[in-house]
């Protein structure tokens, strides 16, 4: 990514790992401007990385060694939609 604010990199990161994430990705890192990321990592599931032949670290290693960033797993609040109630429409 290039150009990125780190709120920017911190849903990429999200979207791209969501299976070895599982998890919101937040940005808490109180960084201000853009920048630009490079990150190189194997996925956990061994049929992922077996087909993409990938060989790297983990997510959370590569994140550590290659950008100096670190995940940690904490407790939040989420906004949620509840749909409690559904009908068909009337014809007007």
Known sequence: MKGCTT???ASALAAHASSDLNRNVIDQT???GRYDF???WSPEDPAIAE???STGP???SALQQQ???KLKLTKGTLDTI???HVEMPSEN
Do not use: E
């Open 58 to 60: 983990t997510i959370f």
């Open 38 to 40: 490079a990150l190189y």
């Open 67 to 69: 950008l100096g960033l």
């Open 82 to 84: 509840v749909i409690d």
């Open 7 to 9: 709120g920017d990199f």
């Open 51 to 53: 087909k993409l032949n």
């Open 30 to 32: 109180g960084l201000a």
